[in-house]
């Protein structure tokens, strides 16, 4: 299996090592050498074994070319990350999901593979398979391994209950990220917000496992009415068993534009520091739902484009269809603060159709703001 990955990235190269953080860039030139000598299968030049010693601690010297580097060749459509709902089934169900409803249903395993291979093809090298809850999916290893196999940095969004069933195939074949949600502290609270009965226990034993196995986690806290109280105690859980955590508490509506997420919000808690600076989505990234829809993102879903049907040739079309759903309608149009505005035009169409307060995501419900 490959040590590391050549590949283009947009308008460059790199040079990655899956489970590995950092990376280096290198000229065409150079990835054009490796390529040669992966098919030749000569040994890796001294200047990638010397790079990858002082970056990974790793010893590629005298290692044939074809077996330590997979090289990735230059694509027709270059996008460069790509997220995807393996299944939108979860065995939880909490009460701020942006999913309206959770089915599990997708595409056959052989279909799955055939989509890896169009994700490839457009120049995905990163990876998010997200769900629902990605790691209840009966394929879910299968297609972890294929996607790996074609040289993908895979990141992986989990609820962490089925985490330690996953261990060994982490261990062997590490991810570049595996984020874990964290609803609440004690069992109680995480219980009560995922509505389901074992959840805080299932969670906490896959953390558990995961620092035992030496499979490093990140993990977002997710702050909702119900548990802003154990925001210290979840935070220190995030210290035992992460290496990284950040926090969550912007509840949106559905996608679809359904208000009841929305109730979960923890007044006090919302942030409205970040401002929205544009978004390559649809132009360097996509998101691709189970049945093989590609959506510039996962809250902005029209005019999705069935990959299963249309191939790459499809994705063609996604940069008009993004850049037609960021253009501001409505109520939107000609705001005298789009300037200084905190959410895409997507979400803000979703908080919008669910009728949502204007404080929760736009700035004319701010109070010490007058227009």
């Given at each position: 299996?490959?040590?590391?990955?050549?590949?283009?990235?947009?308008?460059?190269?790199?040079?990655?090592?899956?489970?590995?953080?950092?990376?280096?860039?290198?000229?065409?030139?150079?990835?054009?050498?490796?390529?040669?000598?992966?098919?030749?299968?000569?040994?890796?030049?001294?200047?990638?074994?010397?790079?990858?010693?002082?970056?990974?601690?790793?010893?590629?010297?005298?290692?044939?070319?074809?077996?330590?580097?997979?090289?990735?060749?230059?694509?027709?459509?270059?996008?460069?990350?790509?997220?995807?709902?393996?299944?939108?089934?979860?065995?939880?169900?909490?009460?701020?999901?942006?999913?309206?409803?959770?089915?599990?249903?997708?595409?056959?395993?052989?279909?799955?593979?055939r989509l890896l291979a169009l994700l490839?093809?457009?120049?995905?090298?990163?990876?998010?398979?997200?769900?629902?809850?990605?790691?209840?999916?009966?394929?879910?290893?299968?297609?972890?391994?294929?996607?790996?196999?074609?040289?993908?940095?895979?990141?992986?969004?989990?609820?962490?209950?089925?985490?330690?069933?996953?261990?060994?195939?982490?261990?062997?074949?590490?991810?570049?990220?595996?984020?874990?949600?964290?609803?609440?502290?004690?069992?109680?609270?995480?219980?009560?917000?995922?509505?389901?009965?074992?959840?805080?226990?299932?969670?906490?034993?896959?953390?558990?496992?995961?620092?035992?196995?030496?499979?490093?986690?990140?993990?977002?806290?997710?702050?909702?009415?119900?548990?802003?109280?154990?925001?210290?105690?979840?935070?220190?859980?995030?210290?035992?068993?992460?290496?990284?955590?950040?926090?969550?508490?912007?509840?949106?509506?559905?996608?679809?534009?359904?208000?009841?997420?929305?109730?979960?919000?923890?007044?006090?808690?919302?942030?409205?520091?970040?401002?929205?600076?544009?978004?390559?989505?649809?132009?360097?990234?996509?998101?691709?739902d189970p049945h093989g829809n590609a959506?510039?993102?996962?809250?902005?879903?029209?005019?999705?484009?069935?990959?299963?049907?249309?191939?790459?040739?499809?994705?063609?079309?996604?940069?008009?269809?993004?850049?037609?759903?960021?253009?501001?309608?409505?109520?939107?149009?000609?705001?005298?603060?789009?300037?200084?505005?905190?959410?895409?035009?997507?979400?803000?169409?979703?908080?919008?159709?669910?009728?949502?307060?204007?404080e929760s995501y736009c700035q004319h419900?701010?109070?010490?703001?007058?227009?």
């Open positions: 299996m490959h040590e590391v990955i050549a590949s283009p990235q947009e308008d460059r190269f790199v040079v990655v090592r899956p489970g590995a953080r950092g990376g280096m860039q290198i000229p065409s030139a150079m990835h054009r050498e490796l390529a040669d000598a992966a098919d030749a299968r000569l040994p890796v030049p001294s200047w990638l074994a010397d790079a990858a010693n002082t970056a990974w601690g790793i010893n590629l010297a005298g290692h044939r070319c074809d077996r330590a580097v997979l090289v990735r060749p230059i694509t027709r459509v270059r996008y460069s990350r790509a997220t995807w709902e393996i299944n939108q089934g979860c065995n939880y169900n909490c009460e701020m999901c942006y999913l309206a409803q959770r089915q599990f249903e997708g595409l056959p395993l052989g279909q799955k593979f490839r093809d457009a120049g995905v090298l990163r990876l998010q398979i997200t769900g629902g809850e990605p790691l209840i999916d009966p394929h879910f290893r299968a297609t972890y391994q294929h996607a790996y196999s074609m040289g993908m940095l895979i990141d992986i969004l989990t609820n962490g209950s089925r985490l330690h069933q996953h261990l060994d195939l982490l261990s062997t074949m590490p991810p570049n990220r595996v984020t874990v949600s964290l609803y609440g502290a004690t069992a109680p609270v995480f219980d009560s917000l995922t509505r389901t009965k074992g959840s805080h226990r299932n969670t906490m034993r896959g953390l558990a496992a995961a620092k035992e196995a030496g499979v490093p986690v990140e993990i977002t806290i997710i702050i909702t009415r119900h548990n802003a109280f154990e925001l210290d105690a979840m935070r220190a859980t995030a210290e035992q068993y992460a290496v990284a955590y950040n926090e969550f508490s912007n509840i949106s509506p559905t996608y679809q534009g359904t208000s009841d997420p929305l109730a979960s919000q923890a007044a006090g808690f919302l942030n409205k520091s970040a401002i929205f600076k544009g978004c390559p989505a649809g132009h360097t990234f996509f998101h691709v959506t510039m993102c996962k809250i902005g879903r029209e005019n999705p484009i069935s990959l299963m049907t249309e191939g790459l040739d499809g994705l063609l079309r996604l940069p008009a269809i993004a850049d037609a759903q960021m253009l501001r309608t409505g109520g939107c149009s000609g705001c005298a603060l789009s300037a200084t505005c905190r959410v895409c035009r997507p979400l803000a169409k979703a908080y919008q159709a669910a009728e949502a307060p204007l419900g701010d109070k010490e703001i007058t227009v």
